[in-house]
Antibody, heavy 119, light 110 residues
Framework: QVQLVQSGAEVKKPGASVKISCKAS????????MHWVRQAPGQGLEWMGI????????SYAQKFQGRVTVTRDTSTSTVYMELSSLRSEDTAVYYC????????????WGLGTLVTVSS | QSALTQPASVSGSPGQSITISCTGT?????????VSWYQQHPGKAPKLMIY???NRPSGASNRFSGSKSGNTASLTISGLQAEDEAEYYC??????????FGTGTKVTVL
């Protein structure tokens, strides 16, 4: 069965970076794109970016341009999301979610990774 | 890219039907038939309920249906049940080859 297993919770100080992983299994990794979506406490969903697991091309929301980097390792079927220059407003649950193409809906989601930014 | 506009809350009694709207622009909702809807219960990951405006994935109840007119998409829940109480988000592909979510709607079953 399809599984997206995300890394554990992180606590970071303002100005630091965080790198979250999302390990895929149960399907052909290179056949599906991977989105990253975040949700601040009590807030809505916010789309961050997407990566093509086969070619590695990426697209990011303008809000995160320059601060977010999404990469993948096809040998381990794992996608990574790194967010730099963290501030308190980046405290959120970060989700990975797979999709057949960038246009279509994400059908399977990871359980989320809580990132807390606090001094 | 601004978030799509949804009503903050919608409520209904068990057995009733409710409709949630999702308003965007011609650069997102109006420009593509790639609107999807997600259900999210507290502390859980979102669950896909509708994709490509009106299609239901396996596992989604047939009480959920979707439609679109111009720049506004809609999700209708018929035969409202207690388990439908959750937050609902629309999501659209955009001309920038990115995606944008709606502001979210809390559905309350009275």
């Amino acid at each position: 069965q399809v599984q997206l297993v995300q890394s554990g919770a992180e606590v970071k100080k303002p100005g630091a970076s965080v790198k979250i992983s999302c390990k895929a299994s149960g399907y052909t990794f290179t056949n599906y794109y991977m989105h990253w979506v975040r949700q601040a406490p009590g807030q809505g969903l916010e789309w961050m970016g997407i990566i093509s697991p086969s070619g590695g091309s990426t697209s990011y929301a303008q809000k995160f341009q320059g601060r977010v980097t999404v990469t993948r390792d096809t040998s381990t079927s794992t996608v990574y999301m790194e967010l730099s220059s963290l501030r308190s407003e980046d405290t959120a649950v970060y989700y990975c979610a797979r999709a057949r193409t960038p246009a279509v809906a994400a059908d399977y989601w990871g359980l989320g990774t809580l990132v807390t930014v606090s001094s | 890219q601004s978030a799509l506009t949804q009503p903050a809350s919608v409520s209904g009694s068990p057995g009733q039907s409710i409709t949630i709207s999702c308003t965007g622009t011609s650069s997102d909702v109006g420009g593509y038939n790639y609107v999807s809807w997600y259900q999210q219960h507290p502390g859980k990951a979102p669950k896909l309920m509708i994709y490509e405006v009106s299609n239901r994935p396996s596992g989604a109840s047939n009480r959920f249906s979707g439609s679109k007119s111009g720049n506004t998409a809609s999700l209708t829940i018929s035969g409202l049940q207690a388990e439908d109480e959750a937050e609902y988000y629309c999501n659209s592909y955009t001309t920038s080859s990115t995606r944008v979510f709606g502001t979210g709607t809390k559905v309350t079953v009275l």
